[in-house]
């Protein structure tokens, strides 16, 4: 099983700047990784799918790199409602798993 | 529009089976590409992938849990239900049902997510 591994555990951000966070896979997933936002009491959504590619209606100021074991998402300008819990998830294999999760809290 | 909704009981006793209910709206199981997954999160925990059954039958489990678990479908209905055998405390979570949409059979990421629904094990 492919372990997906997040870091920071908890970035502080203040608003209007940039966040970056990362994941790591235990083995290479080639570009089939997702970024997940929840907040508090909420369902995931899906932010990004393919490595890069933004889901519908989702705000351009989330993109996404990487390929094959290191990806980052990139949050510029954070916007209050940004302040939340972030999941990758590799789906190149079954079972897809998620990493652990970022919290981006305000600083 | 998409939409998912997980039913169930709230409470369940050590050694029961759980039986969940998703009930869908917007797409149909049987088209091409469609697949529903079963996903739970312990509370304050991340994201675990339990199950998915896909457009044609096909149906994957955690590895993990694999022993404990079923899901099937009525596509009549649009519901795909999923049962876990055994419960214990440790299974106290939400559990989440999502849609995944893969025209080209390669991106299996969950694009539209049902609420969730909580379920607490205990005597």
């Known amino acids: 099983e492919i372990v997906m591994t997040q870091s920071p555990a908890t970035l502080s951000v203040s608003p209007g700047e940039r966040a970056t966070l990362s994941c790591r896979a235990s083995?290479?997933?080639?570009?089939?990784l997702a970024w997940y936002q929840q907040k508090p009491g909420q369902a995931p959504r899906l932010l990004i799918h393919?490595?890069?590619r933004r889901a519908s209606g989702i705000p351009a100021r989330f993109s996404g790199s990487g390929s094959g074991t290191e990806f980052t998402l990139t949050i510029d300008s954070l916007q209050s409602e940004d302040f939340a819990v972030y999941y990758c998830?590799?789906?190149?294999?079954?079972?897809?798993?998620f990493g652990q999760g970022t919290k981006v809290e305000i600083k | 529009q998409v939409t998912l909704t997980e039913s169930g009981p709230a409470l369940v006793k050590p050694t029961q089976t759980l039986t969940l209910t998703c009930t869908f709206t917007?797409?149909?199981?049987?088209?091409?590409?469609?697949?529903v997954s079963w996903i739970r999160q312990p509370p304050g925990k991340a994201l675990e992938w339990l199950a998915r059954?896909?457009?044609?039958?096909?149906?994957y489990y955690s590895t993990s849990l694999k022993t404990r678990l079923t899901v099937s479908k009525d596509t009549s209905k649009n519901q795909v239900v999923l049962t876990m055998t055994t419960m214990d405390p440790l299974d106290t979570a939400t559990y989440y049902c999502?849609?995944?949409?893969?025209?080209?059979?390669?991106?299996?990421?969950?694009?539209?997510w049902g609420k969730g629904t909580t379920v607490t094990v205990s005597s």
């Open positions: 059954i896909d457009w044609d039958d096909e149906i």
């Open positions: 917007g797409f149909s199981l049987s088209t091409r590409g469609m697949c």
């Open positions: 083995q290479s997933v080639s570009t089939n």
């Open positions: 998830q590799q789906y190149n294999y079954w079972p897809g798993t």
């Open positions: 999502a849609r995944i949409s893969t025209g080209d059979l390669t991106g299996f990421y969950m694009d539209v």
């Open positions: 393919s490595t890069s």
